[in-house]
């Protein structure tokens, strides 16, 4: 097991190497995070022992869970899931990122729940870009003004734009919405606020939105392998 998910991770961290290359950005530009929802802390460990230090979770319980029983270990946990207002403590208290904070509430609360003693809160404004009813996000014309907001909190640390783009086989279609989130974050830089992340791209679209400007991506099922979904 421990060599088949080293593997798997060597060979995402190639596809990268090789989507730099090929995008002509610097190599070590664009980071891995590893998705690990649903799989076992287990999994998690072994991972992180072939060198991985990012993992992302989707579900709370299993972010406090996992963050608990792996404590030992020198993990950087991202929040990557939508976020109900009631369940905002937890990923206060246990991550160091958010990325998918779409409306001010959760930033206020995330803000406030935050203990003293852990740094700020690394976080992401969610976009969605492809405007699907389904899909978690703000509203493109409505982030500029979120991620002010968010930038004015404290204990809160505004580091870039996170989408999940409609499901397409259409490469112009997808890399038309990664463009459009590399567009948004321009326009606020061009503000003067300091932003260095672009969460997008996953297992299947990673080296397009490498080519538009990711500098995050989100790679779960090519790690760890197809996933055995259960209900929380």
Excluded at 4 to 28: C, F, K, M, N, W
Excluded at 219 to 228: E, K, L, M, P
């Amino acid at each position: 097991m421990t060599d088949t998910l080293a593997h798997s991770l060597h060979a995402v961290q190639d596809a990268i190497r090789q989507a730099e290359a090929a995008a002509g950005r610097p190599a070590g530009s664009v980071a891995l995070l590893a998705v690990s929802k649903t799989f076992p802390a287990a999994a998690v460990a072994e991972v992180h022992a072939a060198g991985q230090r990012a993992f992302g979770e989707n579900y709370v319980q299993e972010l406090e869970s996992k963050a608990i029983e792996l404590a030992a270990l020198d993990i950087e946990w991202h929040f990557i899931g939508p976020l109900q207002s009631n369940k905002s403590r937890i990923v206060a208290e246990h991550a160091h990122w958010m990325h998918s904070v779409d409306r001010l509430k959760i930033a206020e609360r995330l803000s406030a729940q935050r203990p003293d003693a852990l740094p700020p809160l690394n976080v992401c404004v969610q976009v969605n870009v492809s405007g699907e009813d389904s899909k978690s996000g703000c509203a493109p014309e409505e982030a500029l003004a979120l991620a002010r907001a968010v930038a004015g909190l404290p204990k809160l640390r505004l580091r870039g734009l996170m989408c999940i783009p409609e499901p397409t086989e259409d490469q112009r279609k997808l890399a038309a919405q990664f463009a459009s989130l590399r567009e948004l974050k321009e326009a606020l830089q061009a503000e003067g606020y300091t932003l260095d992340t672009l969460s997008m791209g996953m297992s299947a679209d990673m080296a397009l939105a490498i080519g538009e400007g990711a500098t995050m991506v989100r790679v779960g099922t090519a790690i760890f392998g197809s996933r055995a979904y259960h209900s929380h």
